[in-house]
């Protein structure tokens, strides 16, 4: 089983532009999150894909492989589908750029779904962790996910999901960690579909898979992820490092 590792890296950002680019420890961002995959040995190669003229030659400058997107695309998965079409890979690890800080646990678990899935029943893999915080679970920022009784995905949602009209049945309030793990012809079908309402409306590219029947398995870890939206991110992110 070829298993490889593709980092989607836009430059343009709402909330933080340029955010891949910013130093981190006299390093980008960008670059330390590629350096945290390799360090990793998890994967068979890894790859930044990228729109930017200005990620692409950080990478390749320091000795890294990265790939220029040819069309725009709306999501981080039509991003790596176009770069991974022609390659010989059977599952494709989605690594976010902003997150330099790479846990290597959590990650192992994911390979370990598909090399245990023999009958090929799961489409995708992706990570979940407990939350308990009330505004946490309020805040839409937080994408939450319920699985049924195997661990597959129901459904993802920005909002409080369940609902908890009676709060003392023992629900547990699952955050989503955007690490995705695709089996490849999951990702190339989703390239090829179209977006359907309930990816539109909350605006989360995994909708899109459960809309057209994938099912993604959830695997539950303890490791939060540390992710560099805000310059208020980055400070917290230099003090770590």
Do not use: W
């Not at 805040?139 to 195997?150: A, E, G, S």
């Amino acid at each position: 089983m070829k298993i490889i590792a593709v980092i989607p890296a836009r430059y343009a950002s709402t909330r933080f532009p340029a955010k891949l680019m910013q130093d981190l420890g006299g390093k980008t961002v960008i670059r330390r999150t590629y350096e945290a995959a390799i360090s990793t040995h998890l994967f068979d190669d890894v790859f930044v894909v990228t729109d930017s003229d200005l990620i692409y030659k950080e990478i390749v400058s320091n000795g890294g492989k990265a790939i220029m997107s040819i069309k725009a695309h709306e999501s981080g998965s039509d991003r790596i589908a176009e770069a991974v079409e022609n390659m010989d890979v059977d599952v494709v690890i989605n690594v976010q750029g902003d997150e330099p800080f790479i846990n290597k646990n959590p990650l192992e678990k994911l390979i370990q779904v598909f090399r245990n899935d023999v009958e090929k029943k799961v489409d995708l893999g992706s990570l979940m962790f407990e939350i308990t915080d009330k505004e946490e679970i309020k805040n839409p920022n937080n994408v939450k996910v319920i699985t049924d009784q195997q661990g597959f995905a129901l459904y993802f949602s920005r909002s409080v999901i369940p609902f908890p009209r009676e709060e003392n049945v023992g629900v547990r309030y699952m955050k989503h960690i955007g690490i995705y793990a695709f089996r490849k012809e999951a990702l190339m079908d989703f390239y090829r579909l179209p977006m359907l309402s309930l990816e539109a409306s909350e605006k989360l590219e995994q909708l899109r898979y459960l809309e057209y029947g994938k099912r993604i398995k959830m695997v539950e870890t303890s490791h939060g992820s540390i992710g560099i939206d805000t310059p208020e991110d980055l400070e917290k992110a230099r003090k770590l490092l």
